[in-house]
């Protein structure tokens, strides 16, 4: 029986202190709705040896839950949609390559080149994202930190290329249309081969530095884009109360790809490229976008792809706008009237 009475105290006691901790949590936490604006500096982290990320900006707009319980802890969750631009930059890029079959003029097989000036190709996201942050809070400072899981919805790429000379050489007949280091074309349009084949082309071989040639902007393929982003995501925010149950905010945030996106190999893809033959004679040319393109350097076999794979990061100001469920003021007299009638009663049932 002494057994039995002194298990029921235990019992009765561990009772009493889970539903208080329960009770605390709910009916003396602070709960609201949070909407946010953020802006600020985006960079695609480029993996690769021919050029190099170079900062450009994001923007966002936030809706979420927030929760702050008693002891300082806090937890936040919501649904964001993201704007993200970064820039890929090269300079000086030069490749050459032999022409596929199917692109060949009367059995004579191209050998084609290219040297490029500065290249700068533009990359634009657009995407929703899920995050999910615990935090603490001290006063009017809070800081939050947390997966943030996003879906890409739609992405552009443009090119830009301030300078292009490109080459064609027939080794049957030793014939050359351009070369690496003309500045004019050897041959002009409407040439023709020993053979009698016109040569034509709908643009000039030779692009001058006051002619630039401008690509985009084209959706990208989904090959190129990641099914999905993981970030690492942070916030920090002081926020003043602007009523009895609103507050304004101001803060920093930052979002880190942590699984960045690896690009797969294309097949017969360069920078710049021939299009297939029309009437048997080359037509356009084709500029591809560096998240898709190889240098063949001459060696189909041994083609480096330009960009192998690319993270994302972002940084920034944010401003907030919150909507809470009670009044400071109301909040703190729950809270101290909430400790003071627990304790009175789990003295009262302990004293039976």
Request: include cysteine.
């Amino acid at each position: 029986m002494i057994l039995t009475k002194h298990t029921n105290v235990w019992q009765r006691g561990l009772f009493i202190a889970f539903f208080a901790v329960a009770f605390s949590l709910t009916s003396s936490a602070q709960h609201a709705f949070e909407l946010a604006l953020r802006g600020g500096t985006s960079m695609y982290t480029y993996q690769s040896d021919y050029g190099n990320g170079v900062p450009n900006y994001n923007a966002g707009i936030d809706l979420s839950y927030k929760y702050r319980s008693p002891y300082y802890i806090a937890f936040k969750m919501g649904v964001a949609a993201d704007f993200s631009q970064s820039l890929f930059k090269a300079n000086n890029l030069n490749d050459s390559y032999v022409v596929p079959p199917d692109m060949e003029i009367d059995g004579h097989r191209m050998d084609v080149g290219y040297n490029l000036g500065t290249l700068r190709e533009t990359h634009q996201q657009i995407y929703v994202s899920v995050p999910v942050q615990l935090g603490f809070y001290v006063e009017n400072f809070s800081f939050f930190v947390g997966p943030k899981i996003s879906l890409p919805l739609y992405a552009t790429y443009a090119q830009r290329i301030d300078y292009a000379n490109l080459w064609v050489h027939y080794p049957q007949t030793n014939i050359s249309i351009g070369s690496p280091e003309a500045t004019v074309n050897d041959l002009k349009d409407g040439s023709v081969l020993p053979d009698g084949t016109p040569v034509a082309w709908n643009t000039p071989l030779q692009v001058g530095n006051k002619e630039l040639t401008e690509v985009g902007p084209q959706n990208m393929k989904q090959e190129l884009l990641p099914k999905f982003w993981l970030f690492i995501s942070a916030s920090a925010n002081y926020e003043f109360m602007v009523g009895k149950r609103s507050s304004l905010g101001i803060g920093v945030y930052a979002d880190y790809s942590i699984l960045n996106h690896e690009i797969e190999q294309t097949k017969n893809v360069s920078l710049l490229t021939l299009s297939s033959t029309k009437d048997k004679i080359p037509v356009d040319r084709v500029y591809s976008s560096v998240l898709e393109a190889n240098l063949a350097n001459g060696n189909i076999s041994g083609k480096r792809q330009v960009v192998k794979q690319y993270g994302l990061f972002n940084c920034g100001i944010n401003l907030t706008y919150s909507f809470w469920s009670s009044s400071v003021d109301e909040m703190k007299l729950k809270a101290t009237q909430k400790r003071y009638n627990r304790i009175c009663h789990c003295m009262g049932m302990f004293g039976r």
